[in-house]
């Protein structure tokens, strides 16, 4: 309760001010920085006011709602940018407010407007902005048996709840941990009722609210409607692009439009959002970096070199885009300049095991075997479950005759993997390569029976095995013979 703009139709004494009248009362209490009543005292008005007037009982929540709704658009007007809304805590807690009196106003648009207000405060993650209205009305549910509302809000608030409650989960999290939300008292069915009642409205929606709700439709459709939904939202992220706020428009192509259409695989249509996310924030390295990995795997590899530099040039120390630029080098063949890409990525994050693997890849082939294993050392120090890295440095160490040590590195490889198929083959090489028969032919067989097709196809023409090429066994087992 605030003595901003408030007023009182009647009083004991119109030589006092009424305000301070109440402040005195045994059941107004400071909380929050703010006078409010006592919940027993607020619920005992309510439900007076309900049994004497239903009628004024709406009418007064109506201009209570209207009120905060007022104030919130005077903190912050209606038509800015919209994390300028969702990034004051005022505006904030003046919408919640203004959602639990508009539950209570009987107003036809009610449930529109919370449906608009879940998907905008998650999009923004500050889910309380919905989450603390509806909490509110939940713990009042026994208040009269519910009367104060009608049938049709309580089953709409009751089924909204999974969605205000855990709106990640619910909404967005792919696939949705229906373990996680059973444990938290939630069905698969109410989940599923949840999800109709949220995106039943989404043609009533506009602006922002449309866009998420799309969105977030798009993660919960089949499949096969997936590319439906997020080129509605494509066309819905045009329309409320604004100038004033570059980095929101930006994002709106960099991380949800983007970001959807290169997780469908629709590497063409990701380049043109990540192009869009440029047009509004050229200087945005995140977007040129995204821009790359979509390039890449187009296999339009100077171009994907192309935009690593630039998000170097707006982020110099970004690691990340120097380790991309020197996997793209090395695909272009440009041994040195990608080993001294990945350096640079070292330099700006020295744990970076990603860089330290990849850099062991590249000295290996320069021929710089020493040094890749080193390398290989770093990227396990770093991350002792890299289950490529263990297997690479066994291979490194074949390469430089020491068996023993390559063999417990292809161990340690599979002890993480125990499916690791490179392993079993690349032991099996080594064996081979110094001509231990039985143990070579049972670690190919091992890599042949997980994938048969490739490894029995590389075993006859791989030079590791000249020394045992003669044997029946061996001959056997390349052919796919049983004898």
């Known amino acids: 309760m605030s003595d901003r703009s408030l007023d009182f139709d009647?009083?004991?004494?119109?030589?006092?001010?009424?305000?301070?009248?109440?402040?005195?009362?045994?059941?107004?209490?400071?909380?929050?920085?703010?006078?409010?009543?006592?919940?027993?005292?607020?619920?005992?008005?309510?439900?007076?006011?309900?049994?004497?007037?239903?009628?004024?009982?709406?009418?007064?929540?109506?201009?209570?709602?209207?009120?905060?709704?007022?104030?919130?658009?005077?903190?912050?007007?209606?038509?800015?940018?919209?994390?300028?809304?969702?990034?004051?805590?005022?505006?904030?807690?003046?919408?919640?407010?203004?959602?639990?009196?508009?539950?209570?106003?009987?107003?036809?648009?009610?449930?529109?407007?919370?449906?608009?207000?879940?998907?905008?405060?998650?999009?923004?993650?500050?889910?309380?902005?919905?989450?603390?209205?509806?909490?509110?009305?939940?713990?009042?549910?026994?208040?009269?048996?519910?009367?104060?509302?009608?049938?049709?809000?309580?089953?709409?608030?009751?089924?909204?709840?999974?969605?205000?409650?855990?709106?990640?989960?619910?909404?967005?999290?792919?696939?949705?941990n229906w373990e996680f939300l059973e444990t938290n008292g939630f069905s698969k069915s109410q989940i599923e009722a949840t999800l109709r009642t949220c995106f039943n409205p989404i043609n009533a929606l506009d602006g922002l609210a449309k866009f998420a709700a799309l969105l977030y439709k798009s993660k919960r459709c089949p499949e096969t409607q997936r590319v439906d939904w997020v080129q509605q939202a494509e066309a819905q992220a045009e329309l409320i692009v604004t100038p004033d706020d570059a980095e929101f428009s930006s994002g709106l192509f960099l991380w949800d439009v983007g970001n959807s259409w290169d997780d469908l695989g629709r590497r063409e249509e990701a380049v043109v959002s990540y192009d869009k996310a440029i047009e509004f924030k050229p200087d945005y390295h995140q977007a040129w970096y995204n821009r790359g990995i979509a390039l890449g795997n187009l296999g339009r590899l100077e171009e994907e070199l192309a935009s690593y530099d630039k998000a170097i040039e707006f982020k110099p120390d970004y690691h990340q885009a120097w380790c991309n630029r020197g996997?793209?080098?090395?695909?272009?063949?440009?041994?040195?300049?990608?080993?001294?890409?990945?350096?640079k990525a070292i330099e700006f994050k020295p744990d970076l095991h990603q860089a330290w693997y990849n850099r062991g890849y590249a000295l290996g082939n320069l021929g710089r075997l020493e040094e890749e294993l080193a390398s290989y050392d770093k990227a396990i120090e770093f991350k002792p479950d890299l289950h490529q890295a263990w297997n690479n440095r066994g291979y490194a160490l074949n390469d430089l005759g020491r068996l023993e040590e390559a063999v417990a590195s292809y161990d340690k490889a599979l002890e993480i993997k125990p499916d690791e198929t490179s392993a079993?083959?690349?032991?099996?090489?080594?064996?081979?390569?110094?001509?231990?028969?039985?143990?070579?032919?049972?670690?190919?067989?091992?890599?042949?029976?997980?994938?048969?097709?490739?490894?029995?196809?590389?075993?006859k023409t791989d030079s590791d095995f000249d020394p045992i090429r003669s044997d029946n066994q061996f001959q056997a087992l390349i052919q796919g013979r049983t004898d």
């Open 424 to 459: 079993f083959y690349n032991k099996a090489c080594t064996y081979a390569k110094h001509n231990n028969i039985d143990l070579a032919i049972e670690n190919l067989q091992q890599a042949i029976n997980l994938n048969p097709d490739k490894y029995r196809e590389m075993a």
């Open 10 to 176: 009647t009083a004991a004494d119109n030589s006092q001010n009424c305000f301070d009248w109440l402040k005195q009362r045994d059941f107004v209490e400071f909380a929050q920085h703010r006078h409010r009543l006592d919940d027993v005292a607020r619920d005992v008005f309510r439900l007076s006011l309900w049994q004497e007037d239903k009628e004024q009982f709406y009418q007064v929540h109506g201009v209570l709602a209207d009120y905060f709704k007022e104030q919130a658009d005077r903190d912050v007007p209606p038509d800015s940018p919209p994390p300028m809304l969702y990034n004051n805590s005022d505006w904030r807690e003046l919408i919640a407010e203004f959602l639990y009196h508009s539950v209570f106003s009987r107003r036809s648009d009610t449930q529109r407007q919370l449906i608009a207000y879940l998907f905008t405060s998650r999009y923004f993650q500050e889910d309380e902005v919905v989450r603390i209205p509806v909490q509110a009305i939940l713990s009042e549910a026994d208040l009269a048996d519910k009367c104060l509302l009608n049938d049709a809000m309580w089953q709409f608030i009751e089924k909204i709840q999974p969605a205000v409650e855990y709106g990640w989960e619910v909404s967005e999290e792919k696939p949705i």
């Open 327 to 343: 996997y793209a080098l090395g695909n272009l063949g440009r041994l040195e300049e990608e080993l001294a890409s990945y350096d």
